[in-house]
């Protein structure tokens, strides 16, 4: 333990107070304090206990892989002044479309040549690429595929 000066209520200093713990709480080694992150118990960080965030298990092995919230597919090859209406138009039919999001370019204005449809079930999805990937749309085939995967889809 160290001693350190410290004033008291009539304005006396006294050297009588000792210092066994960090302002945290934690106690120190070799009676220094310490600052910054790394410093605490390993009880008191919450990644001791292993209570991490995750989805659920999935099948082992290569395949698509569903994100936090839907099915997602990517949708590349879309024409540069294609809108999100004619997305929706050719991609309705397969299911109810969750989200739908068309990247623009800054500079330009014009559609940087992909979007990115989410859909509820892995069947929505799947029908959406099997139905629409080499199909043509405002005069280019698009190329339709999962955006996510927990591996290769297809052996190379």
Known sequence: PRTRRAMSEGGMMSDDVTMDTM???AP??????????????ASD????????????PASLGPGPAKSIEGWIILITNVHEEAQEDDIHEHFADFGEIK???LNLDRRTGFVKGYALVEYETKKEAQAAIDAMNGAEMLGQNLGVAFA???GPIRKM
């Open 45 to 56: 960080r919450e990644h001791a206990s292993g209570a991490y965030d995750s989805l659920e």
């Open 99 to 101: 989200n739908l999001h």
């Open 23 to 25: 302002d945290t709480g």
């Open 28 to 41: 120190s080694k070799d009676g220094r304090a310490t600052k910054g992150r790394g410093h605490a118990a």
């Open 148 to 150: 996510f995967s927990k």
